[in-house]
């Protein structure tokens, strides 16, 4: 669980970060002559999800991971289960990667990390009834997100 709440801290200090920028952005872009904004470079396309955690599961939330990738989180309401998994938007060398998925009680969390060209998972972990924690991490930078896709609180663990 300690990766879980540093993964926490980082996206805190991010969002911080990017919401100082867009305050920032009007005054920044108000300044640029028009010439040069309207050559600044397109937004890099989001990794696709590449079906890696079977069928029957399908992508109910996802993260971007700045321009590196997205992290995929799926469902399979036949079983039950959730599926995690990351996806680089350009495969290549080898670098590193996780793909962790959680919940809070008992405290449960299970990861895939290690050197991967394209996808880090799937890891998978039965959570009906409960909030999932997740998250992607591609060399260095992390994206997901804590306590989502609550279930029914009825289901029986």
Known sequence: MIDIRRAAAIGAAVTATACAAVALAPAAVAAEPAA?????????????????????????????????????????SATGKN???????????????????????????????????????????????????WRGEISGEVAGKNGTNCGSRAANR
């Open 83 to 133: 599926c995690v998994v990351t996806v680089r938007t350009k495969p290549g060398k080898a670098v590193h990667m996780t793909a962790s998925l959680g919940f809070a009680s008992p405290t449960t969390t299970v990861t895939d990390t290690g050197y991967f060209t394209t996808y880090a998972g799937p890891v998978y972990l039965d959570a009906r009834g409960l909030c999932v924690t």
């Open 36 to 76: 040069q904004r309207a050559t600044a470079a397109p937004k890099a396309a989001a990794a696709q999800y590449n079906g890696v955690c079977g069928s029957g599961y399908a992508v109910v939330n996802s993260a971007q991971i700045g321009t590196k990738g997205t992290v995929f989180l799926t469902y399979n």
